[in-house]
Each structure stands twice: as structure tokens, then as C-alpha cells.
């Protein structure tokens, strides 16, 4: 029986992954007051050609793709988020004020390619 | 440790891997840095003392706008008022007063204390959209509390004002104009809060001199006794013995609404 032919290593369609900023980690525990960290996630993985319908793509990343098919020069399009939500975040200030205050754009609700 | 936002490692790192000067890498860190300041509305990395006081309505309000709070805070009518006020607003700040700047006054059955809060600190570009003054009413420091509730002894009112010129001497009154009163009976813990947006419009967006606030509680009626029970009631100022655990907790706070024009206002979020 022929042994099975090592199959090409597929690599990951673009999606979401799980990122948990601690902000114990990057030393900002000690003025921000709540929460001590928040799930952030982050966008990774391939944007293949075909680009199929799931990977949230726009007309210029298709297009984009097409040509990146016939002239490697060109990039694929890029894995990103496309959808984002903001958090509150209760902090001290440099004059120990305290501040509740709504930052945009924190949280990744959606990955595409664009 | 790092004095920026950028950990110490996040700076060892780049400059391993940029292969820049120390004086490029350090240049193109600092940029990075004012960016990360400039997204929070820093001007440097804030280095809060072990001593920094965060006031537990702002803890409360987190929790209730982050989709934290249980039903019991779902029901808590301050939260409920300030979600209106924060409804417009993405920024909430908190301001205790200059507790060197008090001037107490206790005429006439009347105690009158001036508050100046330092309210610099508030970003040119931010709209304040609402701000209340809150004040503790503290229920287990009367006595009397039961017989109160069935008498005139145990009722205060509590004016709050704008101070537009301080009093030129002790026997003259400030030029102030009323923003907001309320009728309170002794008998329960409890906070007040009163509407002062109009002052805080004055001193922000039209840039009019800040003087501060006064409260004046007035005690209706119980003479004397009355009026060291209200003191002692309506918290406005430090008590002179054991008050150094409670007071941090229990002292005036002055909250304002605001919008930076970045992004939506604070909406409370849904647990999904």
C-alpha cells in the first residue's frame, strides 16, 4: 500500500482568535481601576484566492486577489477587523482624578478581507 | 516598569529588532508614546499614590454602564438618573473639593460651606453636558432619628448655589444665584444629588471664573440641637474625631457629564 502522500499544510482562512489584554502585563494596573483586562481579540490567517463569500470581503480585495493570482508582485488582501466595539474603562489620571470614560474601536467584533 | 506607557521589555524589544541608533528607536518610541497619551487624554503616564480615593459611585457607574451590575444596582434610582446624563456624554469625571479652600459659616440656623473644586484638568475640547453635586446624608449619625420622623426637628433643606463674587468680608454675602434645593428628613443613609450643569457650562464653555459652590443646609426647626444634629447629618464637612476611615467615602463629590466629539456616547451594555 503506498504510504499517504504528506498533505500541504493548510494554512488558516482569515478569522477571529481569542487575545486577552491583561493590563497587568503592559504595567497599567497600577491607574487603570476597572476592568483589570479585557478580551481584545485579534484578526489572523490567509485571505485565499478564491475568496469565498464567509471571509467578508470587498469588491476591491476580489479584485485585489484576482490579480495577486496572475501577478505575485500584487499582495493578497489583508486579514483585519472590519467591525470594532468600544469599552469602558474607569482610570486615575495624572492628577489622580478619577475618570469613566468610553474608548471606541477597543474590541474586535469582526474579521474580513480587505 | 516603565515611566511611559510602554513597558520597559516593549522597548528592549524594538530596539533589538529596528536596528536603528538608540537615539532613532527612542525617537520613533517617544512618537509612539504621545499617541498611546493622546488616545487616553494623558499628558504623561499617571503615577496615582497608594492614597488615591476612587470614589464608589464612579465604581458603580462602571458597573452598571460595563453590563456588570446585578438587578439590586439595576433598580438604584442614582444609577438610573445618571443614565440619562450619560446618555450624551462618553466621558464621566469625579472631582472632590479643595478641602483647604472651605469657608464654614453656621448663622442663623443656617450652615453654609463653600466647595471649590479644581476642574482644570476637564480638555478644552470636551462638552460638559450635565454635572451634579452629590451629597451624603449620613442616617446613623442621628440620634433622633425615629422621633424626627414624625416632627419638623428632623427636616433640612438644602440650597446649593453658584458663587459669582466671593464675600468681600465676613459679614457680607457672596453674590451667588440658586441652582437647585431640596427638603430632606433625617432617618436614612442616603446620597443627594443636585443639578449644578449651569455653573459647570459657565466655568467650561463660556469660561467663566470658577468660585465655586456653596451649600447652605438649613435647620427647620429643634434650635440649637437641630442644627448640630444637621451638621453632623448632611455631611458637607470633616468631623474633628474618628472620621479619617469614613470621610474619604462620605465627602462631596462633584461628577460632570461630558463629550469629547470621539466616538458614542456611554451606553449601558447588554449582557447577550
Known amino acids: ?114 | 516598569r516603565s515611566t511611559g506607557l510602554i513597558p520597559e521589555a516593549g522597548r528592549r524589544k524594538y530596539g533589538e529588532m529596528a536596528g536603528q541608533s538608540p537615539e532613532q528607536s527612542d525617537r520613533f518610541l517617544g512618537e509612539f508614546e504621545l499617541r498611546l497619551l493622546n488616545m487616553f487624554g494623558l499628558k504623561r503616564r499617571p503615577t496615582p499614590s497608594k492614597l488615591a480615593v476612587i470614589p464608589q459611585y464612579m465604581l458603580d457607574l462602571y458597573h452598571w454602564h460595563a453590563g456588570n451590575a446585578d438587578q439590586s444596582l439595576g433598580g438604584n434610582s442614582a444609577a438610573k438618573r445618571s443614565d440619562f446624563a450619560a446618555s450624551r456624554a462618553n466621558t464621566i469625571r469625579s472631582f472632590h473639593h479643595e478641602e483647604s479652600m472651605e469657608v464654614l459659616s453656621s448663622l442663623e440656623g443656617k450652615t453654609t460651606q463653600r466647595f471649590l473644586f479644581n476642574i482644570t484638568s476637564i480638555p478644552g475640547e470636551e462638552l460638559v453636558t450635565s454635572a451634579e453635586l452629590r451629597i451624603f446624608r449620613d442616617g446613623a449619625t442621628s440620634d433622633s432619628a425615629a422621633a424626627a420622623a414624625n416632627s419638623s426637628a428632623g427636616l433640612h433643606r438644602i440650597n446649593i448655589y453658584e458663587i459669582f463674587r466671593p464675600a468681600p468680608s465676613r459679614n457680607e454675602e457672596p453674590m451667588a444665584r440658586l441652582l437647585d434645593t431640596r427638603l430632606v428628613r433625617e432617618g436614612q443613609s442616603e446620597w443627594e444629588s443636585f443639578d449644578v450643569s449651569p455653573a459647570l457650562a459657565r466655568w467650561t464653555a463660556d469660561g467663566g471664573a470658577n468660585h465655586g459652590l456653596a451649600v447652605e443646609v438649613e435647620h427647620l426647626g429643634g434650635g440649637a440641637e437641630g442644627e448640630g444634629q444637621g451638621r453632623r447629618h448632611v455631611r458637607v464637612s470633616r468631623s474633628l474625631h474618628g472620621d479619617e476611615d469614613t470621610w474619604p467615602q462620605a465627602r462631596p463629590l462633584l461628577v460632570t457629564f461630558g463629550h469629547d466629539g470621539k466616538g458614542h456616547a456611554l451606553r449601558r451594555r447588554e449582557k447577550r
Open chain 1, 1 to 114: 500500500q503506498a504510504r499517504a502522500k504528506p498533505r500541504k499544510k493548510q494554512r488558516a482562512n482569515c478569522r477571529r482568535h481569542p487575545l486577552y489584554v491583561d493590563f497587568s502585563d503592559v504595567g497599567w494596573n497600577e491607574w487603570i481601576v476597572a476592568p483589570p483586562g479585557y478580551q481584545a481579540f485579534y484578526c489572523h490567517g490567509e485571505c485565499p484566492f478564491p475568496l469565498a463569500d464567509h471571509l467578508n470581503s470587498t469588491n476591491h480585495a476580489i479584485v485585489q486577489n484576482l490579480v495577486n493570482s496572475v501577478n505575485t508582485n500584487i499582495p493578497r488582501a489583508c486579514c483585519v477587523p472590519t467591525q470594532l466595539s468600544p469599552i469602558c474603562l474607569l482610570y486615575l489620571d495624572e492628577y489622580e482624578k478619577v475618570i469613566l470614560k468610553n474608548y471606541q474601536d477597543m474590541v474586535v467584533e469582526g474579521c474580513g478581507c480587505r
